[in-house]
């Protein structure tokens, strides 16, 4: 299967920003393994922000835009070494991609893209993709960024044909209500449809340190379902998941893509 995997800064960083050393081992050995097993993976990777945070000692996520983009471009380097040296552990060689939303909307720059993800695929490399976040910055009435990584992975798994996209996050899945209000709170294994009554149980939280909620995940489940595409949220916490995930057995909440084509 060609599989797209996303993981947010809450599954790679504590909340320090500083990188979680033994859940980003945990993450690189699983993927290793199931491209071992002959599965196509590409990663999209948040933390590029949260990292610059952690290793330029900020006291916090910035909000102004020069120090987003200091640490985003302090973050990715960290964010690659890291990729590189654990998954060369294994074998297996990490190619770097930063985006910025010309590249995916306008026809020739998403048709480059696409090109130069067919090739790595064929040659065998694992494209570690994020937002090109030093410089995609939304200018005063114009809005040249995609903005957060659940619709960036979701626009990825279009534009290389991915059989299912996972999203691993800091939650289990999609809630009956939210969990961390709602003890009685129930995980919902299955979503066949993005109805008004799915898009009611999303409330707009994030963690500190990402940008996403579930507003986003369910933006993305509906840009992939209607391509044929599954996607998974599931926790990041326990990343050998994956391997239910990618064999199709219960695991976080599935949305089940469009089989009628
Ligand atoms: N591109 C951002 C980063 O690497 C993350 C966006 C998101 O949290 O979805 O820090």
């Not at 996303?6 to 990188?19: D, F, Y």
């Not at 008004?196 to 933006?219: F, H, I, N, R």
């Not at 916490?237 to 995930?245: F, H, K, S």
């Amino acid at each position: 299967m060609k599989i797209v995997v996303k993981v947010g800064t809450s599954t790679l960083a504590h909340a320090t920003g500083r990188l979680n050393i033994r859940r980003v081992e945990a993450l690189v050995k699983v993927l290793s393994d199931l491209k071992n097993a002959g599965h196509r993976l590409i990663l999209v990777s948040s933390g590029a922000i949260g990292m610059g945070v952690g290793r330029l000692n900020l006291p916090g996520r910035p909000d102004d835009m020069p120090t987003k983009q200091a640490a985003a471009a302090v973050g990715q380097c960290e964010l690659m070494y890291t990729y590189d040296r654990l998954f060369g552990q294994y074998g297996h060689t990490v190619a770097q991609i930063l985006l910025t939303a010309g590249d995916v909307e306008l026809p020739q720059r998403r048709h480059n893209f696409e090109n130069v993800m067919g090739r790595l695929l064929e040659l065998g490399a694992l494209p570690v993709i994020n937002e090109n976040d030093a410089v995609a910055t939304d200018e005063v009435g114009v809005s040249t960024t995609i903005g957060e990584n659940d619709t960036l992975s979701a626009i990825v798994a279009g534009c290389v044909g991915a059989d299912l996209l996972v999203i691993l996050s800091d939650i289990d899945g999609l809630y009956t209500s939210d969990p961390r209000k709602d003890g009685g709170a129930k995980l919902i294994p299955e979503v066949r449809a993005i109805t008004p009554e799915v898009e009611a149980l999303a409330g707009g939280t994030g963690s500190a340190l990402g940008s996403g909620g579930m507003a986003t995940k369910l933006k993305a489940a509906r840009l992939v379902m209607e391509r044929g595409c599954d996607m998974v949220i599931a926790n990041g916490q326990r990343p050998e998941a994956l391997y239910d995930i990618a064999a199709g057995r219960p695991a976080g909440t599935r949305f089940v893509g469009r089989k009628d084509q």
